[in-house]
Structure formats: structure tokens, C-alpha cells
């Protein structure tokens, strides 16, 4: 795959599909707090390695970092951090150390966007922390809401293109809804996504909603799946018994990603969506 910046807010991704019937796989992720005392590395490597095993390209939707121990941040907190950022540099090491933890794995990872945690790192100390990864990684980045273009070239004159709009995330999910209710607000003004992806509320589901579109210039109807997936997280603030989660009531929450799986048959492309 390869990536190319049409706008800010878009970006095309070129995948290589040299037969009809291959599968192309994706790796979909946020949340990943990776510098919290409670992110499950071990799991994150392991989807990671599975990535590897696959071929397949990892995507991250905000909040890779969890940066909350900074001056001046009202949320830090001492038993917040870990033993490696516990520095006078602390935003450097965040960035030299992920690098150092996701090196293995550069080469997978084509696009990171900044969520609400990289956005507060901004705008409280002018450094764009999801920027100064990427350029280490060597991957492309997005903003916090874009889309993503799919185009799958199986030959020099017909191609395939799965037009993906994310969004990092808003809103606290909700104990009964998990935010599924805003997948039904998204597919009214998002109607060109085939994919819709969102994080942000530490839920992970996958919810299909169907539709009918006419071609206006054929007059041909159809019936078509627009994706919509959430996804989870890699920081565990359940178990323990206490912390801030605990405190407030908040129940387990998902962890992990989003596989999507690609598959051009019979002229059109299939996608399946499954968690982690």
C-alpha cells in the first residue's frame, strides 16, 4: 500500500492487488494510551505480530498516546506514569519511546490521526506529538475527522475505490447505547462512506446499516452495507478495583481493534469487518 495526501482532510491509499480473489487485510486501532501504566502492551504487540503474520497494514484513529502527566495538566497524576517518562523531558521521551516500543512494527503502520489526548498536547504546549511519531515511523498522518480512499487498481483500466470516513470521537458512549446510536446520525450525513470508524469511547462493535441508492443516470436501484465500526482500546482502567474509572462507575471496556478484510470477486469488492 501506499499513501498519498490529496488534501489535509484526505488521503488516497494505493493497494496492490495482482489477482482477482486475494485478500488484502487491515488492522484498525485507537485508543492504544501506550504510555499509561494500564495499556496491555503484551496485546498490542500481539495484534501487532498478527498484522505482521498478514501482510496487513495497521491504521490508528487518535489517542496512541495518553500524555497526561505533562506540567501544568490538571489530570496528571504520580501513579499515572511510567518509570521511563518520569523526566524533565517528559513530551521527548513519549515520543523516542514509543518509537523505540513500535520500531518492529514500522513498516506496517501507514497512517496515525491525532485524537482528543494529542489535541490537549497541542494546544497546552504547542508540540504535535502524533507529527513527530510519524515522522519517525516514516508513515503519513491525518487530522482529528477525514476520510481515507481505498483504491484497489486490479488492472490499468478498472479500479475499485472504499471511501472511508473517521472521526477520533466525541460524546461518553453511554452505559446502555456503547454510541451505537451515533452510527445511525453518522449514515445520514456521511452517505458516500462505505466504511464509517470512530474511537474514542473505549467500545469495540461492528454495526452494518443497509440502504437503498438509484444511479440517477441508469436509473438502476441497489441495495448496499455502509460499515460502520467503533473501536476499542488498549488501557485497562477496570481492573485494580480503583482509579478514576472505577470511581466514576464506568463498566470493562472493549480491547482491541478492527480487522478489515478486502476482496475483489465477481467485478465488485467484498468487505468483512470482525474485532480482534
Known sequence: MVGQKLSAQVMEVKVDAERKGDVVSTLMISDIHIDNPHCDRKLLAQHLNEAKAKNAKVFI???????????????????????????????????????????????????????????????????????RLAQLLKCNTGTYAGWLLMKFEHSPKHAHVVPIAYHHGYGGGGPVTKDIIQASRKAVYLPDARIVVSGHTHDRWVFPIYRERINAASGQIKQDEQLHLKL?????????????AIERGMPPKAMGGVWVDYQIKNNTINIKAHLT
Not at 101 to 115: E, N, Q, R, V, Y
Not at 232 to 244: I, L, R, T
Open 232 to 244: 476499542g482500546s488498549y488501557k485497562d482502567e477496570y481492573s485494580g478495583g480503583e482509579g478514576w
Open 61 to 131: 484513529f487518535g489517542d496512541l498516546f495518553c500524555a497526561m502527566q505533562g506540567k501544568y495538566d490538571p489530570r496528571g497524576s504520580k501513579a499515572g506514569i511510567r518509570p521511563e517518562h518520569n523526566v524533565s523531558n517528559y513530551l521527548d521521551a513519549l515520543v523516542d519511546t514509543t518509537f523505540d516500543f513500535l520500531k518492529p512494527w514500522a513498516d506496517l503502520i501507514m497512517f496515525i490521526s491525532p485524537g482528543n489526548h494529542e489535541t490537549s498536547i497541542l494546544k497546552r504546549h504547542e508540540t504535535n506529538l502524533t507529527e
